[in-house]
Antibody
């Protein structure tokens, strides 16, 4: 069965950096695009970034462009999100999600909490 | 960006009764390939979102047939024919026709 397991969350000071990972299993990781979606405490869902199956194209929300970098290692079945210059408003649970085509996010991980606070 | 507007924002339903959630998009979600990229997700308390409906009306694997989706263009509806206790949570619509994908504000369903 499809499994997505995020890790790397934690508490970081404003201006700091963090790298999130998403370990995938149960499907051919290298064949699917992947997304990061976040949810601030008590708020709704906000799309963050997308990477194509082969890493050839990457897309970002305006709110994170220039600060976050999405990447993947298909040999390790792992998705990453490098987050730099973190702000308080980046505090959220970050989910990775598999895209089965047409931006159909069919499987989501359990999420990892990022808290940006001094 | 495409704006997704859900109504109502909260719903309280007696078990066994129907429920309906509306979702309107600021632009048509009909693609030139003939598909309409509108999705419905349910986030149960303490869990990650789960896909219920894709491309307006197709139920995802394992989703009970009491859930149904309908609509076209910019107006969409999720219906639950008979609400059960396990249906509590927040329902989101999402458009996937244009990047960035955007979500509705969410509709919280509670059981009376």
């Amino acid at each position: 069965q499809v499994q997505l397991v995020e890790s790397g969350g934690g508490v970081v000071q404003p201006g700091g950096s963090l790298r999130l990972s998403c370990a995938a299993s149960g499907f051919t990781f290298s064949s699917y695009g992947m997304h990061w979606v976040r949810q601030a405490p008590g708020k709704g869902l906000e799309w963050v970034a997308f990477i194509r199956y082969d890493g050839s194209n990457k897309y970002y929300a305006d709110s994170v462009k220039g600060r976050f970098t999405i990447s993947r290692d298909n040999s390790k079945n792992t998705l990453y999100l490098q987050m730099n210059s973190l702000r308080a408003e980046d505090t959220a649970v970050y989910y990775c999600a598999k895209d089965s085509g047409g931006t159909r996010l069919d499987y989501w991980g359990q999420g990892t909490l990022v808290t940006v606070s001094s | 960006d495409i704006v997704m507007t859900q109504t109502p924002l909260s719903l309280s339903v007696t078990p066994g009764q129907p429920a309906s959630i509306s979702c309107k998009s600021s632009q048509s979600l009909l693609h030139s390939d003939g598909k309409t990229y509108l999705y419905w997700y349910l986030q149960k308390p303490g869990q990650s979102p789960q896909l219920l409906i894709y491309e307006v009306s197709s139920r995802f694997s394992g989703v009970p047939d009491r859930f149904s989706g309908s609509g076209s263009g910019t107006d969409f509806t999720l219906k639950i024919s008979r609400v059960e206790a396990e249906d509590v949570g927040v329902y989101y619509c999402m458009q996937g026709i244009h990047l960035p994908p955007t979500f509705g504000q969410g509709t919280r369903l509670e059981i009376k």
